[in-house]
């Protein structure tokens, strides 16, 4: 972390140097390795290594980033001179600028976040043999033909953010995981179902065997499915799935969607978007989670907040930029890379679990869907009218009969939102803790 501060230093002197009002730099360090095999043997190997360097330079009302990959000092004062160019001919916006030094995150506990577990990188050839192990695992399932293939991957990853307004901050972030897509049936009657898992600690990571072992006992589920009929009935959004609901929620109280007017909830505030009883925490200390940090993208502290009490809409998710186009305060949700500015972005959710288990919630159903996958999305963001390609279980009499494909469901967010029944049956370790979910009345589009 000393290198990168050190480098941050210089970045900034040039940016002085090039004549810039202001600067703030984002440097990212990582090294990655990914291992794919298919029936057993090495399909592809990959990895990197290598250092990014972004710029942001403002010029009173005008702002302008710039990225390399690489920390020479020539190469930094080059990238110094072209974003003071670029920023001198970038259109004017008074809402942007960096954070006033009293706003800025002063205390923070990186290590409570557990975002590195220490270890040493594991060796290509354990990563393969990690994925080797799901392969087999997988095919071992009576009824699974093929493997599509299995991976696992571990990837390092250093940051360090500091401006000209006197913030300096950084962090170390690590990922292992492992996955696997299964095929049952042949030809045309073929199925593929997957599972992944992915951790910050090694320790924490499930064994290789039982991730391919689930995603063959999927696959073999969806054998033989059909279209389910038409008509409007009941869907159970799988756990697996129920995240993208809920994302489309997220979606609409982003401050960029606010600041466009192109939300469904932009009218909202202050209003029920959930059931009674629900709520939505965002929450970025939880530790040994993808989403939890120490201080924004901006170097502004981070806190857990209600994003909807009780049912009831809270507030927007905003960066600096955002807040000051609405008149209202950052909520520390600034999110950023290299070569782009601040946008606000929501980490770590939680939505308040049922009282019901996934089981108990498809016997209360009667008849309907259960969706584990979806593909395609037509969704109006100003609207919030709905509609994705699905496939899952059919339900009859609160029981599952089969599998269902080739199906599209359809309704409209605002009120799918406000009628959701939540199971219990959501993953802790996830950074969207987000349960099964029961939606009364879709539209469903099958056979």
């Known amino acids: 972390m000393t290198k990168l501060a050190e480098l941050a230093e210089q970045v900034l002197d040039a940016a002085k140097r090039a004549g810039a009002d202001a600067a703030d730099t984002l440097i990212a360090k990582g090294t990655s390795v990914s291992i794919e095999v298919r029936e057993g043997a090495l399909e592809h190997a990959e990895r990197s290594e290598g250092i ?7 010029m009173g009302a005008r702002q302008a980033c710039v990225s390399i990959s690489d920390d020479c000092a020539v190469s930094i004062a080059t990238m110094a001179e072209r974003a003071v160019a670029m920023a001198k001919e970038a259109p004017e916006d008074p809402t ?19 975002l590195f577990d220490g270890g040493d990188a594991p060796a290509a050839e354990d990563l393969q043999r990690m994925a080797i192990e799901a392969e087999a695992a997988a095919l071992a399932v009576e009824g699974v033909s093929k493997a599509q293939g299995a991976g696992s991957g571990f990837s390092d990853t250093s940051l360090f953010l500091a401006g000209s307004n006197g913030f300096r901050g950084g962090y170390r972030r690590g990922s292992y995981s492992t996955s696997c897509v299964a095929i049952s049936g042949e030809g045309l009657t073929m199925e593929r179902d997957y599972s992944g898992e992915a951790r910050s600690h090694f320790a924490d990571l499930p064994d290789a065997a039982s ?3 689930l995603a063959g006992e999927r696959a073999v589920a969806r054998a033989g499915a059909t279209r389910p009929p038409t008509g409007a009935y009941p869907v159970l959004f799988d756990e697996r799935i129920a995240a993208s609901l809920i994302g489309h929620l997220v979606g609409a109280v982003n401050g960029s969607a606010i600041v466009r007017g192109s939300s469904f909830l932009k009218d909202a505030l202050g209003e029920q978007v959930l059931p009674s009883g629900m709520s939505l925490v965002e929450n970025p200390h939880r530790a040994r989670v993808a989403g939890s940090r120490p201080f924004d993208g901006e170097g502004l502290p981070v806190a857990q907040r209600m994003i909807v009490k009780d ?14 186009k609405l008149g209202m305060e950052s909520t520390g949700n600034a999110s950023r890379g290299v070569s782009s500015p601040p946008s606000p972005s929501s980490g770590n959710l ?20 259960i969706i584990t996958s979806m593909i395609g999305s037509t969704i109006n963001p100003n609207t ?9 279980f059919w339900v009859e009499n609160g029981a599952v009969t089969g599998p269902v494909n080739e199906c599209t469901v359809a309704g409209n967010l605002r009120d799918m939102l406000k009628n959701m029944i939540a199971a219990n049956d959501a993953r ?20």
């Open 52 to 58: 990014d360097l972004g710029l942001r330079v403002l």
């Open 96 to 114: 942007c600028g960096l954070a006033e030094p009293s706003q800025l995150a002063t205390d923070w506990d990186v290590d409570a976040l557990e």
């Open 211 to 213: 991730i391919g072992q």
């Open 311 to 324: 049912g009831v809409l809270q507030g927007w998710t905003l960066d600096l930029g955002t807040a000051r």
């Open 350 to 369: 939680s939505l308040t679990q049922g009282e019901y288990s996934r089981d108990e919630l498809i016997a209360q159903m009667g008849t309907g869907l």
């Open 384 to 392: 919030g009218d709905y509609s994705r390609g699905a496939s899952g």
């Open 428 to 447: 802790s370790h996830l950074s969207r803790v987000v349960p099964s979910l029961l939606v009364e009345g879709l539209t469903i589009a099958g056979a």
